[in-house]
């Protein structure tokens, strides 16, 4: 051990989290329909698996992309060898082509001012070291992703302050949540750098309102910092009101060329929106040709391969395609995130109102035995375990309150989540009865002890009579 890093041997990575616990017990157990039907369903893994059937319809039309043809020409050699860091110019031309069409093209991007990374982990890792020194604080809103814990800290040393936010106006950024972690940040001698949020939220499945993203911007120019909009989930608003990029509000109160247009960056992926974890597809953009450059060297250690990047560039340059792909996409999400709305009402539980995203925040708290972050896990323990649903719980996501799960509905099919419905179903009903059971019960156990505790006192005054009676006889 005296011959490893400190980092190699460091338990700050995050992954005791029971947001990854959760994984563990899926992939010890998982469900499938025929050759495990009793194993532990996946409902903790943001993925969106409803339109992969567009994906390969479009691959089957256009074999060159995928085979590695230009025009029926070979270019294997051309996509095999070097390529440097700056990525394919059609590439980026076609990703910020495609994040404009996601944002009603009411904003723009320069192709010059975007860095490829290998996914958004890499992403936000990366525009972490570009903006913070070791122990520099970022404001987060909470409830957040888990792995933000270990992306933005674990290597860079960065430190977390949460902005927390309460289901009283759902769960909504107000101006005395950010000035209370600015002072406790300060309380704890920590820089603030700046602010990262997620809109669409992860874990809300909420798109933040204009009011929300002036508070934002108003604040980080008082203070002079920085602010991260990570806005992978941007093409999965499926229902109104409609996503507002942060580029946009900055567009509309006329802030380019000033220094806050220069403090606001982006964080997106393809690993939401069009379902290609697995890619490994991010990006940063920045208006600060500093950060792009800095951000540039450092995307070195996380390149998006020559294939990906063609057979990519292909498919977002085909306008159509895109189009129909965007509009029948948010259709699905719509469809399915209904369907897990309507299972969860039937086994009386209900969760936040969201229009975008892969998941639902689920309102368990009246599932809790006490409303505390023991009786959360041990309530989570019965679901992972018992039930065999992995659900992520609000504390994994630093939620102030306890009873709130992140229950995704896009990585299965139609089948499974009904299956996940019914087993939850018939839980709350067993948990339902048992109490239902319990009043009577413990209705008579008090009216037993009653009637011992009149057996005990004419017990004791048939003894004190006894004794009495004893005395006088001596």
Not at 10 to 22: A, E, K, V
Not at 137 to 165: M, N, Q, S
């Amino acid at each position: 051990m005296g011959l490893l890093s400190r980092k190699a041997t460091c338990n700050s990575h995050g992954q005791d989290s029971s947001y990854f616990l959760g994984w563990q017990e899926y992939e010890k157990n998982p469900y499938h329909q025929l050759h495990n039907p009793k194993g532990v369903i996946q409902m903790g893994l943001a993925e969106n698996q409803l339109s992969f059937d567009l994906l390969e319809s479009w691959l089957a039309k256009n074999p060159d992309a995928v085979g590695c043809k230009r025009d029926g020409q070979f270019i294997f050699r051309e996509l095999a060898l070097f390529q440097d860091y700056h990525g394919f110019p059609a590439f980026k031309k076609a990703l910020v082509d495609f994040m404009a069409e996601i944002r009603g093209n009411k904003v723009t991007f320069d192709p010059n001012h975007i860095v490829l990374t290998a996914g958004a982990t890499s992403a936000n890792e990366t525009i972490m070291f570009c903006l913070a020194e070791q122990r520099d604080a970022f404001l987060l809103p909470t409830p957040y992703y888990p792995g933000f814990d270990r992306d933005l800290k674990w290597r860079t040393g960065a430190e977390i302050v949460p902005i927390h936010c309460t289901s009283s106006n759902g769960f909504q950024i107000t101006a005395s949540a950010i000035e209370e972690a600015y002072r406790q940040a300060q309380k704890q001698k920590l820089r603030v750098n700046g602010i990262l949020i997620t809109n669409p939220s992860n874990p809300l499945g909420t798109t933040m309102t204009r009011a929300e993203l002036d508070l934002l911007i108003n604040f980080i120019a008082d203070k002079e910092i920085h602010l991260i909009s990570d806005e992978i989930y941007s093409g999965t608003v499926f229902s109104s009101p409609g996503f507002v990029s942060i580029m946009e509000v900055l567009k509309d109160r006329n802030l380019e060329k000033t220094k806050v247009w220069d403090r606001v960056h982006v964080v997106y992926s393809l690993s939401k929106d069009l379902g290609l974890p697995g890619f490994r597809v991010g990006a940063i953009y920045s208006n600060d040709p500093t950060v792009v450059a800095a951000a540039t060297k450092m995307s070195s250690f996380g390149l998006v391969s020559s294939q990906t990047q063609y057979l990519l560039s292909v498919m977002l340059s085909d306008n159509k395609f895109r189009n129909y792909y965007i509009a029948k996409n948010k259709k699905r999400l719509q469809k399915r995130q209904r369907k897990l709305v309507s299972g969860l009402e039937k086994a009386g539980i209900s969760c936040l109102e969201s229009n975008a995203g892969l998941f639902c925040w689920v309102d368990m708290r009246h599932l809790l035995i006490s409303n505390t972050f023991k009786a959360e896990m041990e309530l989570w323990e019965r679901i992972v375990y018992d039930v065999k649903l992995n659900i992520s719980p609000g504390s994994s996501c630093h939620c102030s309150e306890p009873g709130w799960f992140r229950v995704c509905f896009a990585n299965m099919s139609e089948d499974t989540l009904k299956l996940a419905m019914q087993r939850l179903k018939s839980f709350v009903n067993s948990i339902t009865s048992s109490n239902n059971k319990s009043q009577p019960e413990l209705k008579n156990l008090r009216k037993e002890s009653h009637r011992i505790e009149k057996w005990i006192t004419r017990l004791s005054h048939s003894f004190q009579s006894f004794h009495d009676w004893e005395q006088d006889k001596r």
